[in-house]
């Protein structure tokens, strides 16, 4: 199985919702992440978890908040978002966060987040 | 500062001609450089790597170039077909960050 799944597919919330994205994959990868990809932009990079605990935040703010409850599951909470933060969400997985080791990532499809 | 550069503009080719993307990127030294494919409204899908000390590499229709004195991919799909269409993104480490950082990807369309 080499698949990550995400849901939900789509969201719409408001400023004032609170929501969480999940992420699950079963390959056994110990590194998973966050990216935020805007129509037309690659993918940026948000948060990187190995081995379960947080690796990398890349100065996001705290109305994302990350939780990695064990090595398979990603959430991301979002609470008191800006339209500005409408975008595609992806998770991916990789086997080993470590670049020296040339991992590749394996994505989900993304949730495609809409803040009114 | 570190910058990695895609063709933003569409390229745009007939069936079974030769599609070449390209990756130029400064203010890097990569010990290897990777390519995906990304659909509309769909997570990245990876390709290939290529390390450092390989010049090319091969899969199928594909094949990568990578010059390091250039400091240049080229990405090429022979024979394309029209599910080849979609957009391309090169990728580099970022040993700084410990993360692979995602050049902003050039679309191709391959028409009938």
């Known amino acids: 199985d080499t698949e990550v799944t995400q849901t939900p597919k789509h969201l719409v919330m408001g400023m004032t919702n609170k929501k969480s994205l999940k992420c699950e994959q079963h390959?056994?990868?110990?590194?998973m992440y966050w990216y935020k990809q805007k129509a037309k932009k690659p993918p940026e990079l948000m948060f990187v978890?190995?081995?379960?605990?947080?690796?990398i935040n890349e100065s996001v703010p705290s109305r994302f908040s990350p939780e990695c409850p064990n090595s398979s599951l990603l959430n991301l909470h979002l609470h008191a978002l800006q339209p500005e933060d409408s975008a595609l969400y992806l998770c991916?997985?990789?086997?080993?966060?470590?670049?020296?080791?040339?991992?590749?990532?394996?994505f989900g499809p993304g949730t495609r987040l809409l803040v009114l | 500062s570190q910058k990695i550069e895609q063709n933003s503009e569409a390229l745009n080719i007939q069936e079974g001609k030769t599609a070449t993307l390209t990756c130029n990127y400064t203010n890097y030294s990569p010990a290897y450089l990777q390519w995906y494919r990304q659909d509309p409204g769909r997570g990245p899908v990876f390709l290939l790597l290529?390390?450092?000390?390989?010049k090319e590499k091969r899969k199928e229709r594909l094949k990568v170039t990578f010059d390091t004195t250039l400091k240049q991919s080229l990405f090429h799909i022979t024979a394309s077909q029209p599910a080849d269409s979609a957009t391309y993104l090169c990728a580099l480490p970022d040993t700084g960050r410990r993360a692979l950082t995602f050049g902003s990807g050039t679309r191709l369309q391959v028409q009938p």
């Open positions: 978890y190995s081995y379960e605990k947080l690796s």
């Open positions: 390959m056994g990868h110990r590194a």
């Open positions: 290529i390390r450092e000390n390989e």
């Open positions: 991916a997985s990789s086997e080993n966060h470590g670049l020296a080791t040339q991992e590749t990532q394996y």
